[in-house]
């Protein structure tokens, strides 16, 4: 089946320090979504972004579909930045197919 | 800016029992959709929703589960008899069209005891 997998599964900063996550899919992708759920629980929008670049103030993100990857940038990490990232992925289907997240912790 | 709107935010039930998990999607989507998150793992696609019908679901989505549109502006998950594996987080999720932005709502948690 399809698979979306994400790297690093966990990730622990210190305030300040920039980090980079990743997002690999199996095939050929309609469209991709990032995602941050917070510690209550709640998925926030980051990004659609099926190719190219976005930037949002301290976050960036990125997507190469013909090499089925994507990429999440963080700078300067802030204690509120901590939950789990997740990106989602549409293969010709109305459904979001979700990868593994990158649980990120940050640390003052 | 609009957001979807999901009620309750957490429910606790007996095993066995039926519960509706209500959600209200972003007035001018016409795409809906259920998602569901165990503890500790991954979000899962439940069923897709668009003009009053059914346009896909996963294997998870049998026959213990229904969803419905009873009027212009709620979209409802029913669980018919609930099993401890129900335990979840439950998410609504709407869009304008299939393949663009899914805005997911807080979730409802549900616990089965």
């Known amino acids: 089946g399809i698979q979306v997998e994400q790297s690093p599964p966990d990730l622990i900063l210190q305030e300040g320090a920039n980090s980079t996550l990743r997002c690999n899919f199996s095939?050929?992708?309609?469209?991709l979504q990032w995602f941050h759920q917070n510690p209550w629980g709640q998925l926030i929008n980051l990004f659609y972004?099926?190719?190219g670049t976005k930037q949002n103030g301290r976050l960036s993100a990125t997507t190469v579909a013909t090499e089925r990857y994507s990429l999440l940038y963080i700078s300067s990490s802030q204690t509120t930045d901590s939950g789990v990232y997740f990106c989602?992925?549409?293969?010709?289907?109305?459904?979001?197919?979700f990868g593994t997240g990158t649980r990120l912790q940050v640390f003052p | 800016e609009p957001e979807v709107t999901q009620t309750p935010s957490h429910q606790v039930t007996q095993m066995g029992q039926e519960v509706i998990l209500r959600c209200v999607p972003i007035?001018?989507?016409?795409?809906f959709y259920w998602y569901r998150q165990i503890l500790g793992q991954k979000v899962e696609f439940l069923v897709s929703?668009?003009?009053?019908?059914?346009?896909?679901k996963s294997e998870i989505f049998d026959d213990q589960f229904s969803v419905e549109r009873p009027d212009g502006s709620n979209f409802t998950l029913k669980i018919r008899s609930t099993k401890l594996e129900d335990s979840a987080m439950y998410f609504c999720?709407?869009?304008?069209?299939?393949?663009?932005?899914?805005?997911f709502g807080p979730g409802t948690r549900l616990l089965v005891l």
């Open positions: 999720a709407s869009s304008v069209q299939p393949g663009e932005t899914q805005y």
């Open positions: 095939d050929s992708v309609n469209n």
């Open positions: 972004i099926p190719s």
């Open positions: 989602a992925a549409y293969y010709n289907t109305d459904k979001l197919i």
């Open positions: 007035s001018n989507h016409l795409y």
């Open positions: 929703f668009y003009n009053n019908e059914i346009s896909e």
